[in-house]
């Protein structure tokens, strides 16, 4: 079994200052872990993902995230927050060779001006 | 070169018809996954189909909804006799690969609407 939490429905933070995302995982096997961006209206967009390499991986637009086994997260992070950040993300885990990718709930960002 | 192509983008329907919802995948992507995303909720898996296969329906309600994905054209998501409760947007992904450890792409999805 397999799943994603993602911390916090909403989160909002002026232009410039940290993005963080939440997201935990739950799988009984090693996971392959990513990131999606939905703007409005569109479909999901991959920000990155994490296939048992690197732990930190690094993905569009400036965002990343790292992976910590100990703490079973793979929080999403960008330094400098930019208005055209303002969309849904994503967490989503799946397994080696699994046709199930199971999403979190998703954190809508607003960012300030 | 296109991404994933779904149409119709919006699609009202009365209650009691049917919906039909067609994805075509990426040049060169011979998996289909249909996904549903109700308000204010991530997406739930659905269906996995390859080229004249369904492969694994263990997200498909057991009745009114059914998938395919013919030699030639579009895969199809078929709702027969919609209800209210249909209401959401689907969306459809595609990967050269079999399964999701590569990652999917996304079309921009359908929005039904059952009124």
């Known amino acids: 079994a397999q799943s994603v939490t993602q911390l916090g429905s909403h989160v909002s933070v002026s232009e410039g200052a940290l993005v963080l995302l939440r997201c935990n995982y739950s799988s009984s096997v090693p996971p392959y872990l990513f990131w999606y961006v939905q703007y409005p209206n569109q479909g999901l967009q991959l920000l990155l993902k994490?296939?048992?390499?690197?732990?930190l991986v690094k993905g569009i637009n400036g965002f990343e995230a790292e992976f910590k086994k100990s703490e079973t997260s793979f929080h999403l992070t960008k330094p400098s927050a930019h208005m055209s950040d303002a969309a849904e993300y994503f967490c989503?885990?799946?397994?080696?060779?699994?046709?199930?990718?199971?999403f979190g709930a998703g954190t809508r960002l607003t960012v300030k001006p | 070169n296109a991404g994933v192509m779904q149409n119709p983008r919006h699609l009202v329907r009365r209650r009691g018809q049917e919906a039909r919802l067609r994805c075509s995948p990426m040049k060169g992507h011979s998996h289909v996954y249909w996904y549903r995303q109700l308000p204010e909720e991530g997406l739930k898996f659905m269906v996995y189909?390859?080229?004249?296969?369904?492969?694994?329906e263990s997200g498909m309600p057991k009745e009114r909804f059914s998938a395919e994905f013919p030699k030639e054209g579009p895969s199809i998501l078929r709702i027969q006799q919609v209800v209210r409760g249909d209401s959401a947007a689907y969306f459809c992904a595609s990967s050269r690969e079999r399964g999701s450890n590569y990652g999917y792409t996304f079309g921009s999805g359908t929005r039904l609407t059952v009124v």
């Open positions: 994490y296939t048992s390499a690197a732990t």
């Open positions: 189909l390859q080229k004249e296969n369904i492969i694994d």
């Open positions: 989503a885990v799946t397994q080696y060779n699994n046709n199930d990718m199971r």
